[in-house]
T-cell receptor, first 111, second 113 residues
Framework: LAKTTQPISMDSYEGQEVNITCSHNNIATNDYITWYQQFPSQGPRFIIQGYKTKVTNEVASLFIPADRKSSTLSLPRVSLSDTAVYYC????????????FGTGTRLKVLA | NAGVTQTPKFRVLKTGQSMTLLCAQDMNHEYMYWYRQDPGMGLRLIHYSVGEGTTAKGEVPDGYNVSRLKKQNFLLGLESAAPSQTSVYFCASILRRGHYEQYFGPGTRLTVT
């Protein structure tokens, strides 16, 4: 299973774009990259998933370079309600289905 | 749909007592997972199931047992609770092979004294 490494914490101000990078040096060919958001006292919530290049949905973008050894979650114009912990996961959706969470990145958005 | 539900929401146990946590999903999902989350930490996988009647060990399976007798339910058992098992327990499910989005339940906060 690919191990992921993320910054422990980040601070940002409202209205700014936030980029959180995840390192997964031993990612396998069949692995997909998934990001989750977790608020205090709640279960994680799916944000976005990708395999390579760029993926965008209504809440975030995910950038994956050609070597796939890292990925960057981009949150445009954050607000106070985006204060949460963000987790990067790497897993094979056609194989073991055994997903391992890292320690996550604690994002604090300041007014 | 109720999604993923967990019972109970809170529980306090004495060391050595046993209990079962219930996870139920009404989305006809094939895969189900049990995680624990200690304060300030990430989630750690305890056990998981890729289908009715099947279970497998995760990162931290010791002290826990699981069963998946019905597709919609995934039970987590603690035979002899220890203070080290004080944690928040989350259940999650995935639709089927080839899908990646995990749907999480609200969690069960367990304290072992």
């Amino acid at each position: 299973l690919a191990k992921t490494t993320q910054p422990i914490s980040m601070d940002s101000y409202e209205g700014q774009e936030v980029n959180i990078t995840c390192s997964h040096n031993n990612i396998a060919t069949n692995d997909y990259i998934t990001w989750y958001q977790q608020f205090p006292s709640q279960g994680p919530r799916f944000i976005i998933q990708g395999y390579k290049t760029k993926v965008t949905n209504e809440v975030a973008s995910l950038f994956i370079p050609a070597d796939r050894k890292s990925s960057t979650l981009s949150l445009p114009r954050v607000s106070l309600s985006d204060t949460a912990v963000y987790y990067c996961l790497v897993g094979d959706v056609s194989g073991t289905y055994k997903y391992i969470f890292g320690t996550g990145t604690r994002l604090k958005v300041l007014a | 749909n109720a999604g993923v539900t967990q019972t109970p929401k809170f529980r306090v146990l004495k060391t050595g007592q046993s209990m079962t946590l219930l996870c139920a999903q009404d989305m006809n999902h094939e895969y189900m997972y049990w995680y624990r989350q200690d304060p300030g930490m990430g989630l750690r996988l305890i056990h998981y199931s890729v289908g009715e009647g099947t279970t497998a060990k995760g990162e931290v399976p010791d002290g826990y047992n699981v069963s998946r007798l019905k597709k919609q339910n995934f039970l987590l058992g603690l035979e002899s609770a220890a203070p080290s098992q004080t944690s928040v327990y989350f259940c999650a499910s995935i639709l089927r092979r080839g899908h990646y989005e995990q749907y999480f339940g609200p969690g069960t906060r367990l304290t072992v004294t």
